[in-house]
C-alpha cells in the first residue's frame, strides 16, 4: 500500500488487534466471514427502500451506514494486512481489466455483466 | 477523504462510471447489493478451507482473492462518494468506538461480541 | 422436521455428501459461508435490476434464480441436519414472534424494521 | 411445490404480507437483499468459531442460530412464491447437476470447487 491513509489505519488496527491478543482469530478466513456479515448489515438498511430513498437518507441512518462502511473497511484492510496484498495496488489493477472488459462505446448506459454479452 | 490514494482512486471510479453512462445504476441500493455479492464470492474462495490453509494460499488463489478484495475496495469507494461519506475518516471513528467497547483489559483473547458481554 | 419433502431431501444430500466423503467439510461454520455465497450469488442476478424488472425475468434468467434458491436450500437444509434444527418448525416458531413484533394495524404499508419502531 | 409443510408456510407467509400490506415492498430485488442480509447475521455467530465449536453450541447459540436459519427459509419461500418457483423441485433438479458435476469416485474427500478440476 502507498504511504498514506490506509497505511496509518492498517498500522493502528494491526495494534488494536495484537493488544487485545485477538490475532489468533484474525484468519483470513473467519475476516472474510467478518467483512460478509457487515456487508449483510449494510444491506439491511437498504433493503426496503426504493433506490431513490436510498440516495436521500436521514442524517441519523446516513451515519449508521457510515459506520458500516467504516466495518468493511476496517474488515478488508485487516486481510490486506493478513494475505500481504495491497488493496489500492490491486484495485487499480482490477480497473484496467474491468476496462478491457466493458469497453465504453459497448456498454454505455448497459449494466449486463460481462458474462452476459455474447 | 484525506487527499491521497483513495482520493485518486475514487476520482478514477467515477470517471469510469460516468463514461459508461452507470451513474444510474448506482445508487447506494444497487451498489450495497454488488459490494455484498462481491463479499460472497470472496468467502466462496474460503468456504472449504481450514484456517490455517486461508492463511497459506497458493500464488493462484492469493491473486484471486486480491481482485475480490478489490472489487470490494472498488464497491466501498462508489458507495461513499454516492453518499458523501469519508470512509478513513469514520474508520477512525470506528476505531475510537471499538476501543471503547472492548477495552483491552477485560476481552484480551476473548472473540465474543460486544453484545455477549453483561 | 414434518415427514414430507424436505424430509426426503434432507436424506438424499446427507447420501450425497458421504458418498463423497465431504461430511469433514461440512462443519455449521463452513456451510454457513457455503449459504451466504450462495445468497452473495443470487444478489448478482438482481443487482442492477429495478425492482419492477426483477419481478419480471426472462426465461433464462428465471431459471438461473432458481437454480440459486436451490443451492441456499440444499444448504440450509444440510445445516438444519447437522445442527439438529428442526426447520419448518422453527420457520413457525419465528412467524409467531414476527406476528407479535409487528401488529398489523401498526405497521401497515410501513417497512421499517422493528427496532426502529419507538 | 409439492402439497406439504412448504405449501403451508407459503400460504401463512403470503397471508401475513398482505395482512400488512407489505406485498408491495417483497420484489424479487428486495427479498434476495433481505435473505442475503439474514445469511450475514448467520455468519456472525460463527466467524470468531473454529469449525469444532461451530458444532458444538451452547443451547443459547443453538436456538439463536435456528432463528437465523427460519428467517432465511422464509425469504427463500417469499421469494419462490414471487417468482413462481417450486424450491424442492428446483433443489431436486440442482442435486441432479450435482451429481454430475461431481463423481464420487473422481471427488472424494476433495472439496474444491467443480471449475477448480481441470
Given at each position: 500500500m502507498s504511504r498514506d491513509s490506509l497505511d496509518d489505519l492498517n498500522s493502528q488496527l494491526l495494534a488494536f488487534a495484537r493488544e487485545r491478543d485477538w490475532e489468533q482469530f484474525?484468519?483470513?478466513?473467519?475476516?472474510?466471514m467478518a467483512l460478509a456479515g457487515e456487508a449483510g448489515e449494510l444491506l439491511e438498511h437498504f433493503q426496503w427502500l426504493?433506490?431513490?430513498?436510498?440516495?436521500?437518507?436521514?442524517?441519523?441512518?446516513?451515519?449508521?451506514?457510515?459506520?458500516?462502511?467504516?466495518?468493511?473497511?476496517?474488515?478488508?484492510?485487516?486481510?490486506?494486512?493478513?494475505l500481504d496484498i495491497d488493496l489500492v495496488e490491486t484495485a487499480y489493477r482490477k480497473m484496467g481489466i474491468n476496462q478491457a472488459r466493458y469497453p465504453k462505446e459497448q456498454v454505455r448506459g448497459d449494466a449486463r455483466r460481462a458474462d452476459e454479452y455474447d
Open positions: 484474525h484468519s483470513p478466513k473467519n475476516l472474510s426504493s433506490e431513490e430513498a436510498s440516495s436521500n437518507l436521514s442524517a441519523e441512518k446516513r451515519d449508521a451506514v457510515a459506520l458500516e462502511l467504516a466495518d468493511i473497511l476496517i474488515y478488508l484492510i485487516r486481510l490486506g494486512e493478513r
